[in-house]
């Protein structure tokens, strides 16, 4: 079997996967999220690697597993996020920086007000915001002393999981999560030295740039796994799930419905430039043929119902929101805008802040919370409208995973705006299933992409059913509430 690593924002999962595209098994743990001010995020380096290694080490009692039977290790990775360790010892030198975090935002302000947007743009197909992890690394620079020392490893969470899993002897990150760092050129895969330059970064503390699918290591030293395990996939967990969504064709789309929610639409071997505030990314490398993709990024998703339950406590856990919200028809007039860490694509404001209108006496928290549904939908429905924009071409069919693609009222309302099939898969942890992917193939597990796609399940389909004044009414009112914060 193939032993998948999932490194999330809010936790690890390990999983086993099989030949048939199966979960075997899996096991989650948690950890602790830390902001030490208003716009921060952090996690710690030692809570992650011990979630990961929890994990793995539930996974193999709970399902009887010799580790002997595993294959080979992929690791897919909450991107962004952002770590710096002691590479010979693998001591944490700081917290990692989230994703989430908004720190560097006057900092990415400054580099705009310098016409440097438009650089940025061209080379790394990402916008100059505090979401990315050059900005990160340099905040790191410039307020950490430890990180100045010559054994200093930058990298994002692949780089560090790797790192620790072969006995702290490779330092590599793979190109999926590379293209996120504002550092590498997209057109060249490496790092870029004109953008190094400008974010005053040492190419010497970066990994070197790999592929998503090769043997980077092997397992060493560790207490919880045998030696010699090939760690042979690696790829951001966007990338990953449109991977384990087999979108191997061009035009194929994906959305997952996590934390955040990220849609991606594959563009083949041209990185398609963005004329309206999305990205463009590295999909996947898989030998010498890079894919490439344009992404939409939605900051709060999940995380607007896991405030409902933790800030509001009117749920006391994620999975009672969808019988919460049905005890009402509609949300009435509230329409929630969940810019709780400001918005993403494709409006890239970091400093909007969330409302709430259409408040009456009548209001209840079945109101909120289908309000708080509606509103993921509302903004990939801005994604996709933007997307099918730059590039000219409907999305027919949108596949859907991720935790909140489980919830059938969203996956309707979500089908009935975007006038799309929504087609959700058989198996619903299609991140870590890409990371599995990859791994299997870079040692032969599958012979090529279309034997996996022969193997790929899809388990139910939403179609449309909302008539179009009734959409178009629901449309309005969330642009005038998006509106109201964006002047």
């Avoid at 100045?148 to 006995?167: N, P, V, W």
């Avoid at 042979?232 to 035009?251: H, W």
């Avoid at 810019?339 to 409006?347: F, K, V």
């Avoid at 991720?402 to 929504?422: E, Y």
Wanted: proline share 3%.
């Amino acid at each position: 079997m193939l032993l998948a690593i999932d490194q999330g924002t809010t936790g690890s999962t390990a999983l086993l996967i099989d030949k048939n595209l199966k979960i075997v098994g899996e096991a989650g743990v948690d950890f602790r999220q830390i902001f030490p001010k208003s716009g921060w995020v952090e996690h710690d380096l030692n809570d992650i690697w011990k979630s990961v290694r929890d994990s793995i080490k539930i996974l193999l009692r709970k399902t009887k597993t010799n580790p002997k039977k595993i294959d080979a290790i992929g690791i897919t990775n909450q991107r962004e996020t952002t770590c710096a360790w002691n590479f010979k010892t693998g001591k944490p030198l700081y917290h990692a920086i989230v994703w989430q975090c908004r720190r560097t935002a006057p900092m990415c302000d400054e580099l705009k007000t310098q016409g440097l947007n438009p650089l940025f743009q061209q080379k790394t197909g990402l916008l100059l915001d505090a979401y990315f992890s050059g900005t990160k690394m340099k905040w790191l620079l410039d307020n950490v002393p430890a990180v100045k020392e010559k054994d200093t490893a930058f990298g994002t969470i692949d780089s560090f999981l790797i790192s620790k899993l072969s006995g702290n002897k490779t330092h590599v990150t793979d190109v999926s999560n590379a293209s996120r760092t504002l550092l590498m050129n997209l057109h060249s895969l490496s790092w870029d030295d004109e953008l190094l330059k400008i974010m005053g970064i040492n190419k010497n503390y970066l990994p070197k740039i790999r592929s998503n699918s090769e043997v980077y290591a092997k397992t060493s030293g560790l207490d919880f796994l045998p030696d010699d395990i090939p760690i042979a996939g690696a790829i951001g967990d966007q990338q990953a799930a449109l991977f384990g969504q087999a979108c191997f064709e061009e035009s194929s789309a994906k959305c997952t419905y996590g934390t955040g929610s990220f849609l991606l639409m594959n563009t083949g071997e041209k990185a398609v430039p963005s004329k309206n505030n999305l990205l463009t990314t590295v999909a996947w490398k898989l030998g010498n043929q890079t894919t490439y993709a344009l992404e939409g990024s939605v900051f709060i998703a999940g995380a607007a119902v896991q405030w409902l339950r933790d800030g509001l406590k009117i749920i006391s856990s994620s999975s009672e929101i969808e019988k919460l919200a049905k005890q009402v028809k509609s949300s009435e007039e509230v329409v929630f805008v969940p810019a709780l860490t400001g918005l993403g694509a494709p409006y890239w404001r970091p400093n909007a802040r969330g409302t709430l209108t259409g408040l009456t006496r009548g209001t209840t928290s079945s109101h909120i919370a289908r309000a708080t549904l509606e509103a993921i939908a509302f903004q990939n429905y801005d994604l996709v409208n933007t997307m099918e924009k730059d590039t000219g071409q409907k999305i027919k069919i949108l596949k859907v995973d991720g935790g909140a693609s489980a919830n059938s009222l969203l996956m309707q309302f979500q089908a009935d705006l975007l006038q799309t099939k929504l087609v959700r898969p058989h198996t619903l942890e299609t991140t870590a299933l890409g990371a599995g992917l990859m791994a299997g193939l870079a040692i032969g597990y599958w012979k090529d992409l279309s034997e996996i796609k022969k193997k790929w399940k899809a388990d139910k389909t939403f179609s449309p059913t909302m008539d179009e004044t009734t959409r178009q009414a629901h449309l309005q009112k969330w642009h005038e509430a998006v509106h109201k914060i964006l002047t």
